[in-house]
């Protein structure tokens, strides 16, 4: 069996990176730092994205880590947004399901002291949300059973997500799962310390995270939409 990956962990210098160019949003900052943005936070990313792809493997988690697409790009898209700030002070990746389950994965973000990892289905498309919902309603005991197995609670706690105010219309108002017939996006997650990002064992951290969410993915990969 082939060693994994190498990943040497996040540098406290990395954090500080970022941390400096939150109080530097600005071309004029960045443009000079770029060779240091690409050694401690660009560079890194990819390395954790190539290990983590190995840790789902061996752990037998479908979904894809790739230090080509995984990582999502630190430039902010300004087009439409009333702040003009270049760039995003935090970077992060996706891990898309792989095979059927669109929309459906893993995520993580690299903020000095709020990264986060978690999953789910994020602003899902209406088809894909409506079948949660007709699961919700129809196959209550399947959704329960992912939402109480024991790893994805001790993990994570419980689902998370947007909700609307009231219960959507097809459904009865006192509706016993009504929050979760609320919910606009379903997903879950939790915090990870400074300690936990500068560590080399973070591809395992992420990877055993992940591992837990597995019956809400399934859930979600496996609905009609």
């Known amino acids: 069996m082939t060693e994994p990956s190498a990943f040497s962990g996040f540098s406290a210098e990395g954090l ?15 443009q000079p730092r770029k ?10 990313l990819e390395e954790l994205c190539a290990a983590l792809g190995d840790r789902f493997a061996r752990l037998d988690v479908p979904l894809e880590a790739d230090p080509v697409r995984s990582p999502f790009r630190i430039y902010r898209d300004v087009r439409f ?11 992060s990746a996706s891990f898309p399901w792989i095979g ?11 903020h000095p002291g709020e ?3 978690g999953g789910g289905m994020w602003h899902p498309e209406p088809a894909r949300l409506a079948a949660w919902r007709s699961t919700v309603s129809d196959r209550p005991r399947a959704v329960h059973a992912a939402l109480r197995d024991a790893a994805f609670v001790a993990t994570f706690g419980e689902v998370e997500g947007e ?3 009231r ?21 879950f997650g939790r915090h990870l310390t400074d300690g936990e ?11 055993a995270a992940l591992a837990a969410g597995l019956p809400l993915l399934r859930l979600l990969a496996n609905l009609s939409a």
């Open 16 to 30: 500080q990176f970022l941390r400096d160019l939150a109080a530097n949003n600005d071309r004029a900052w960045f």
């Open 35 to 44: 060779a240091d943005y690409e050694r401690l936070i660009k560079e890194p």
């Open 81 to 91: 947004s009333k702040d003009k700030s270049p760039y995003k002070t935090y970077v």
């Open 100 to 110: 059927e389950g669109r929309g459906v994965g893993g995520y993580f973000s690299l």
């Open 115 to 117: 990264a986060y990892v």
């Open 163 to 165: 909700r609307l105010k």
């Open 167 to 187: 219960v959507p219309s097809g459904f009865p108002a006192d509706h016993p799962d009504a929050e979760l017939l609320k919910l606009k996006d379903v997903t």
């Open 197 to 207: 990002v500068t560590s080399p064992e973070l591809p395992d951290t992420l990877a």
